[in-house]
């Protein structure tokens, strides 16, 4: 559970969450233990916490990139924890799975090792389709599947804040 992301959620985003989780129809069957491989930084309880007006494209495509975990797998980790201070975005971040062993993609605005060089389209195919600018498909744990439902609004919003982060160069890609 993305506990670090959700608890900034706006109010009235986790309000309709809540909402969609009450209207799934409850499945009965045994599930194990829950075992956490992960450390838990919880922090202090926030408080009220107001929507993000669509206007602002690149505030709302900050908090869209924040609730879609973006960051969370486009950061290599460190100790553990994502390096969000010093390469945030930077990729590098490796995930092993029946998919094969995938490395996160740079999504700075590095031309040469990230997003720099990309057209708008060419990411928000990449976001929407899972499709690489050069046309190669991605592998999961990209959830290209679940941000295919985003309305154009959204994916532009995202794209405008995506490109207001600095370049930082990736010597894995």
């Not at 209207?23 to 233990?33: E, G, L, T």
């Not at 829950?34 to 450390?39: D, H, K, L, N, T």
């Not at 899972?130 to 990209?142: L, V």
Request: aromatic share 8%.
């Amino acid at each position: 559970m993305a506990i670090e992301i959700y608890k900034y959620m706006s109010d009235r985003d986790a309000k309709a969450f809540v909402a969609y989780l009450r209207s799934v129809k409850p499945v009965k069957h045994k599930v194990p233990i829950s075992v956490y491989r992960i450390p838990l930084h919880v922090g202090k309880p926030v408080g009220r916490i107001a929507c993000i007006p669509p206007s602002n494209k690149i505030a709302y495509g900050e908090y869209q990139v924040q609730i879609g975990h973006c960051m969370e797998c486009h950061t290599p980790m460190v100790k553990g924890l994502p390096d969000l201070k010093n390469r945030m975005s930077a990729g590098g971040r490796k995930f092993e799975g029946p998919w094969g062993e995938v490395i996160s993609a740079n999504i700075t605005q590095d031309k040469a090792t990230g997003i720099g060089s990309w057209t708008n389209a060419q990411i928000k195919w990449a976001i929407t389709k899972g499709i690489f600018h050069n046309g190669a498909k991605m592998r999961p744990p990209m959830c290209y599947r679940c941000y295919d439902k985003m309305t154009e609004a959204d994916v532009d919003a995202v794209v405008s804040y995506l490109r207001t982060i600095k370049p930082i160069k990736n010597n894995l890609q």
